[in-house]
T-cell receptor, first 116, second 114 residues
Framework: AQSVTQLGSHVSVSEGALVLLRCNYS??????LFWYVQYPNQGLQLLLK??????LVKGINGFEAEFKKSETSFHLTKPSAHMSDAAEYFC??????????????FGKGTLLTVNP | EPEVTQTPSHQVTQMGQEVILRCVPI?????FYWYRQILGQKVEFLVS????????KSEIFDDQFSVERPDGSNFTLKIRSTKLEDSAMYFC????????????FGPGTRLTVT
């Protein structure tokens, strides 16, 4: 069974500082991995995805994530935080559970606060 | 840009009442999902739907829940007799065909059971 662990329910950074949000996964087969962002009172928006091509994945808004199989990790980074990055971030794993279903299993989320 | 829409944005109901949450997936998508997020907890998979039938459901999705695609555009989640613990944000998602396609989420319906 697949699972996702996000270390740190709340991360606070200063504007301009590095953002690092941690995600570790467990999957019995090569996984597909996703980062979603949720702004207040909005739905889940895809930031980036890993689908077994390049291990370094670039997404929207300057975010990127690196898939490390040996560490079963898919950490999300951004070199310089912006106030508009304040949101909740969810890591998710997907595997084919039959019939090309690819349901998502989410982590608990990390709330990112950006201080001026 | 195409988007998934959900109505209502907020539903308040009394315990024991039936509720129907509505979703309009992206028009050329073939896979449809419902997830829920209880306040302060993770987003959880409820059910997936493909080719007019349920393809997978979680243990949360018991006999009180049902899904339907009544008219080729809407995708609904019905809870027959709501319980207090059904209070949550319910997200609809849709996906195109193919393993590399991501799921697109709607803005959610906040269900409050009193």
């Amino acid at each position: 069974a697949q699972s996702v662990t996000q270390l740190g329910s709340h991360v606070s950074v200063s504007e301009g500082a590095l953002v690092l949000l941690r995600c570790n996964y467990s999957s019995s087969v090569p996984p597909y991995l996703f980062w979603y962002v949720q702004y207040p009172n909005q739905g889940l928006q895809l930031l980036l995805k890993y689908t077994s091509a390049a291990t370094l994945v670039k997404g929207i808004n300057g975010f990127e994530a690196e898939f490390k199989k040996s560490e079963t990790s898919f950490h999300l980074t951004k070199p310089s935080a912006h106030m508009s990055d304040a949101a909740e971030y969810f890591c998710a794993v997907s595997e084919d559970s039959g019939g090309s279903n690819y349901k998502l299993t989410f982590g608990k989320g990390t709330l990112l606060t950006v201080n001026p | 840009e195409p988007e998934v829409t959900q109505t209502p944005s907020h539903q308040v109901t009394q315990m024991g009442q039936e509720v129907i949450l509505r979703c309009v997936p992206i028009s050329n998508h073939l896979y449809f999902y419902w997830y829920r997020q209880i306040l302060g907890q993770k987003v959880e998979f409820l059910v997936s739907f493909y080719n007019n039938e349920i393809s997978e459901k979680s243990e949360i999705f018991d006999d009180q829940f049902s899904v339907e695609r009544p008219d080729g555009s809407n995708f609904t989640l019905k809870i027959r007799s709501t319980k207090l613990e059904d209070s949550a944000m319910y997200f609809c998602a849709s996906k195109g065909d193919g393993q590399f396609y991501e799921q697109y989420f709607g803005p959610g319906t906040r269900l409050t059971v009193t």
